[in-house]
């Protein structure tokens, strides 16, 4: 089945040690998202891409990085993870065109921050 | 601006009793509206989607949606609700800016089932 996956599923970091949550999808879809996540909110949308061209939400902090190689994968890094990072993690795809509003998203990866 | 509203952020409901999860939006384009459900600790899951054509869309477990253009609204209901509906339903709304849909997002409501 054509998914969205997430690893790992659960990832504990320290304070201020670098950390890379992955992301890849068998939908072929070009545009990929990273969403954050805290208890009982909404998601907030972090940055997309769009093929390879990368859209940052302008209050997205700059302790999280994203890189897309190639159109199957998405990675999150976020430099010096603090308290108020932990948090569950999205990754989202949709097509461009007409399709575009329908996004898939994956099982999510919950960060802790110790 | 666009901007969707869930004004319950919980609904306690007995099992097998009906349930309604109310959506309204604002928005002065034209959407599409969807509910979302997330069950604990997991990602979120699409259960249901408003495009065109019929304003009732139903999802394959028994929740039903309609869209009132009138009232701006898309709210959720089923009709006899089990404890694994206990979960965190989003309503979300995408429309066209500059070329790109953008999806926005309603506060959530938590659905607690009673024994």
């Known amino acids: 089945d054509a998914m969205v996956i997430q690893n790992p599923r659960y990832q504990v970091t320290q304070f201020g040690k670098p950390v890379t949550l992955s992301c890849s999808q068998t939908?072929?879809?070009?545009?990929m998202y990273w969403y954050q996540q805290k208890s009982s909110q909404a998601p907030k949308l972090l940055f997309h891409?769009?093929?390879?061209?990368?859209?940052n939400e302008a209050d997205t902090p700059d302790n999280f990085q994203s890189r897309r190689p190639n159109t199957s994968f998405c990675f999150l890094d976020i430099r010096s993870p603090g308290l108020g990072d932990a948090a569950m993690y999205l990754c989202?795809?949709?097509?461009?065109?007409?399709?575009?509003?329908?996004?898939?998203f994956g099982p999510g990866t919950r960060l802790t921050v110790t | 601006a666009q901007s969707v509203t869930q004004l319950d952020s919980q609904v306690p409901v007995f099992e097998e009793a009906p349930v309604e999860l109310r959506c309204n939006y604002s928005?002065?384009?034209?959407?599409?509206l969807f509910w979302y459900v997330q069950y604990p600790n997991q990602g979120l899951q699409l259960l249901l989607k408003?495009?065109?054509?019929s304003t009732l869309v139903e999802s394959i477990n028994g929740f039903e949606a309609e869209f009132n253009k009138s009232q701006t609204s898309f709210h959720l209901r089923k009709p006899s609700v089990h404890i694994s509906d206990t979960a965190e339903y989003f309503c979300?709304?995408?429309?066209?800016?500059?070329?790109?849909?953008?999806?926005?997002w309603g506060a959530g409501t938590k659905l607690i089932i009673k024994p």
């Open positions: 979300a709304v995408s429309y066209l800016e500059d070329s790109n849909y953008q999806l926005i």
């Open positions: 928005s002065s384009v034209s959407v599409y």
């Open positions: 408003y495009l065109s054509g």
């Open positions: 939908l072929n879809h070009n545009v």
């Open positions: 891409y769009y093929d390879k061209d990368f859209n």
């Open positions: 989202a795809t949709s097509t461009s065109g007409t399709d575009t509003y329908e996004q898939y």
